[in-house]
């Protein structure tokens, strides 16, 4: 079933760019970058789980080792999920909070000054453009399914 609408495809979008959008390969490919810095992430937890919990303790989090393990069986397994198209729902939305509470928590440039206030705030800004791409994924994803 046609992601795109027919009229979105035939007045507003060029043919090609449509079936290129409009495309499995091409959704996949998507959904695999904008999952690929929870899965290095959850990546670096599992294969240097001392650094992990140095992060936790870093951001005052404890016991580290399980907010080590809560935090790569997050980014791991909701990423799989959300590559997989499968309960994409329910994987955005977990990326998405896990986001905003790193985000939260390791971004707070209001108590930053000078020029790492501008680095700080433009990742937090960024990180928030990440989970509208989480509800993005989620809207192509319900579309995506069969009607009725």
């Not at 399980?66 to 309960?87: D, E, P």
């Not at 790492?116 to 994924?137: T, Y």
Request: proline share 5%.
């Amino acid at each position: 079933m046609p992601l795109l609408d027919e009229y979105a495809t035939s007045r507003e979008t060029p043919g090609p760019i449509a079936r290129l959008l409009d495309n499995g390969v091409t959704l996949l490919i998507a959904r695999i970058w904008l999952t690929l810095p929870f899965l290095a992430g959850g990546l670096m937890k599992l294969i240097d789980w001392r650094s992990g919990e140095a992060e936790m303790l870093h951001f005052g989090l404890h016991p580290a080792w399980l907010f080590n393990l809560a935090s790569l069986v997050t980014q791991l397994g909701a990423s799989l999920l959300l590559i997989l198209n499968r309960r994409v729902w329910l994987a955005a939305g977990a990326l998405g909070v896990f986001t905003v509470i790193a985000t939260l928590l390791a971004h707070r440039f209001w108590e930053v000054t000078g020029p790492e206030r501008i680095g700080e705030q433009n990742s937090f800004l960024e990180h928030w453009s990440i989970c509208a791409g989480f509800v993005l994924v989620t809207v192509v994803a319900l579309r995506g399914r069969p009607r009725g």
